[in-house]
């Protein structure tokens, strides 16, 4: 099954979980385009109903995004533009003063079988830190603390173990296994 997505790092930490589950998943290295605003459920619907005018085979798209209590829920949906433009070091200056540092984590599967577009969603709790550290994984995980460590600084399998990623993809993998008999 194809998974959808620029962004290697969403794919090898995918591979790693779709892995336990003896699913193989395979890598469509593409970008597209993605409605702004709104909840990351609708945008990954979206997405992937645009999408599936394109790709005749099922596949499935991932949306993520890093919602900071302190900031009302920012970047939130923009979490991609916001990493691309001012990045981690911009988003420790917007909470330089903020002493709730709460955060978190939420990914949403949309899996198209086809047919229909069928969404998955996990969330990771968390808080910002208040310097970068670490230098594993990808994205904002040098400043989202989980346990007194930043994601950057666990191993990928130790952050595949309690990411939102992991929470979204366990709910949509066992239940490919479980409706669809995979
Ligand atoms: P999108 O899902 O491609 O729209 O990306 C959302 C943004 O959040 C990107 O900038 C990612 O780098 C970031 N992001 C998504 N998941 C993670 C994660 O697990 N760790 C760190 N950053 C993430």
Excluded: C
């Excluded at 949906?77 to 911009?90: A, C, D, H, M, R």
């Excluded at 330089?96 to 984590?105: I, K, P, V």
């Amino acid at each position: 099954m194809y998974f959808v997505t620029s962004n290697e790092g969403k794919y090898r930490e995918v591979k790693g979980i779709a892995n336990k589950y003896g699913i193989e998943v395979d890598w469509l290295k593409m970008e597209y385009l993605e409605p702004q605003g709104g909840e990351l459920e609708e945008i990954a619907r979206l997405s992937a109903e645009m999408l599936s005018e394109k790709i005749d085979e099922e596949f499935f798209i991932e949306d993520s995004g890093l919602f900071v209590e302190a900031l009302k829920g920012f970047p939130g949906p923009y979490s991609s533009y916001v990493f691309k433009t001012i990045g981690n070091e911009g988003i420790l200056k917007l909470m330089r003063d903020a002493e709730n540092r709460r955060a978190y984590f939420k990914a949403v599967v949309a899996y198209f079988d086809g047919k229909d577009v069928h969404t998955f969603s996990g969330k990771v709790e968390g808080e910002i830190a208040r310097e970068a550290k670490g230098t594993e994984g990808f994205g904002y995980d040098p400043i989202f603390l989980y346990n007194g460590r930043t994601f950057a600084e666990m191993t990928s399998e130790e952050k595949n173990r309690v990411s939102h990623r992991r929470r979204a993809f366990e709910k949509f993998f066992s239940w490919l296994k479980e409706v669809k008999k995979i």
